[in-house]
């Protein structure tokens, strides 16, 4: 399995930014799908995960009613909707591919993208 995450970018306090993060390779209904970040001298940290088959879903109390995870079976991709952004969510994002049930946490999960950064200017 690859992912391949892609998204990130500078905006505004109070803005918007979609992550996106495509899977190659087989994965089965059971795996989670995660996103987290690690921001400049701080621990990697879950943000959000579903469920590949789209069962379950998981949101730290820090993004909820902001960001939304969502995946598409047909396309291969999960996706990571973040608004009303915050200087707070200034990181690094990862997806991440996993086959315990969300959120797990970050030794759970078996195949890493390579990040992407999300900078949230005030």
């Known amino acids: 399995v690859q992912l391949q995450a892609s998204g990130g970018g500078l905006v505004q306090a109070g803005g918007s930014l979609r992550l996106s993060c495509a899977a190659s390779g087989r994965l089965f209904s059971w795996y989670t799908m995660g996103w987290f970040r690690q921001a400049p001298g701080k621990e990697r940290e879950v943000v959000a995960a579903i469920r590949w088959s789209g069962g379950s879903t998981y949101s730290a109390d820090s993004v909820k009613g902001r960001f939304t995870i969502s995946r598409d079976n047909a396309k291969n991709t999960v996706d990571l909707q973040m608004n009303s952004l915050k200087p707070e969510d200034t990181a690094v994002y990862y997806c991440?591919?996993?086959?315990?049930?969300?959120?797990?946490?970050?030794?759970?999960?078996?195949?890493w993208g390579q990040g992407t950064e999300v900078t949230v200017s005030s």
């Open positions: 991440a591919a996993g086959r315990r049930p969300p959120p797990g946490r970050e030794y759970d999960y078996e195949y």
